[in-house]
Each structure stands twice: as C-alpha cells, then as structure tokens.
T-cell receptor, first 116, second 112 residues
C-alpha cells in the first residue's frame, strides 16, 4: 500500500494569490494524479503528474492555472494560480498501486482551500 | 469510460446488510468493476473490484450479474462507520488506468 501526505491540509487564501499544495508518497510510484472536489460535488480529475515531463491535463484544466511539478517518483506539487472564489475546493493527490488494470488508487486526505 | 448508474442515496440500520446496486449496461468484456467509498472529510478509499466472479474481502462482497451489466456491493453488517458515498467505477484499461471518472455515487446513511 501507499501512504500519502498532503500539505497544507487547509488554507484560506485571498483572491488573486497562488498556493502550492505538496504531495509526498512513502513509496516510489509510477502514476500520480491530482483531483478536485468542489463543495457538494464528486471528484474531477485535473491532471496526471508525469515524472520528468510535463503533466497531462484533462479537458477544462490548463497548465497556466494549475502548474504541476513531479521531480521524482515520491513527490509532486500542484499550484492553484491567480485564485478566485470558484477555486474553493478540496484538492486531492492520488497514486496508483498495483497492476495496470486491477491496482488500487490511494488518496491523500486532501487540501481544503477557501478563497475569499 | 463505460457509464455507471447508481441510486443517489440509500439508508440502512446498523448491523443490517446493505446492498448497493450499480448498473453498467455498456460494460466491455475487459472492464473491471471497482468500488470506492469516501468517508466524511476524507479522500476516497478502495473497497473491492471484480471482473466476472463474485468477490469477497474483509470490507465487503461484490456480486456481479452473469451478463455483467450490473453489480451489487454488499456490506454484510453495516456499522455507523460505513456511512459514506460509495462509487461504482469502470476504470479505463491500459495506460489510462488510474484516471478514474467519479460519478455522483450513492450516499449511504446508517441509522443506529
């Protein structure tokens, strides 16, 4: 299994600022993902964090707004740039563990951002 | 991804069995059926997965219909800690695995 630590666990931010969320995994993992969960909603995949190359973003998400770094196989960061109240969400890091089609996804506890 | 349909909400009493249904009529032959749940204020956690045969683990059982167009997650004795949102997911295969698409899931309420 994999244990995932996210920082910060929560933060209150001002409109127009940026915040970087860190995700640390206790084991080396190939696939790492960032999700967003808006209030009262389900999870939406933002991007796949690729080690040593640019992240792969899902439709509706762009690098300028959500730059992602993945310097090694145990760590990734997600930055939420130029924040607005609509960015108030829980941001979750997850990793795939196990075989390609049957492995589990492990999730961090999430980072709850409130933008004023 | 193949689409899944789940009831919005279900209720149960503590220590009673709970059967959470999921319809996936467009499932392909190679699609695995995965279940995750999200407890309040936590990230989702894996529950169980299966392909064709019924599966059991310490958390739950998964009953898969013979035509694979539906499945049922079974919690044998619900506890208050089982109150969560339960997601039935058919992950994409191959290199896209891990890119889970979460629907709205089923909100399970467990009454003492």
């Amino acid at each position: 299994s994999a244990v995932i630590s996210q920082k910060p666990s929560r933060d209150i931010c001002q409109r127009g600022t940026s915040l970087t969320i860190q995700c640390q995994v206790d084991s080396q993992v190939t696939m790492m993902f960032w999700y967003r969960q808006q209030p009262g909603q389900s999870l939406t995949l933002i991007a796949t964090a690729n080690q040593g190359s640019e992240a792969t973003y899902e439709s509706g998400f762009v690098i300028d707004k959500f730059p992602i770094s993945r310097p090694n196989l145990t760590f990734s960061t997600l930055t939420v740039s130029n924040m607005s109240p609509e960015d108030s969400s829980i941001y979750l890091c997850s990793v795939r563990w196990g075989q390609l089609n049957t492995g589990e996804l492990f999730f961090g506890e999430g980072s709850r951002l409130t933008v004023l | 991804d193949a689409k899944t349909t789940q009831p919005n909400s279900m209720e149960s009493n503590e220590e009673e069995p709970v059967h959470l249904p999921c319809n996936h009529s467009t499932i392909s032959g190679t699609d695995y059926i995965h279940w995750y749940r999200q407890l309040p204020s936590q990230g989702p956690e894996y529950v169980i997965h299966g392909l064709t045969s019924n599966v059991n683990n310490r958390m739950a059982s998964l009953a898969i219909a013979e035509d694979r167009k539906s499945s049922t997650l079974i919690l044998h004795r619900a506890t208050l800690r089982d109150a969560a949102v339960y997601y039935c997911i058919l992950p994409p295969s191959g290199t896209s695995y891990g890119k889970l698409t979460f629907g709205q899931g089923t909100i399970l309420t467990v009454h003492p």
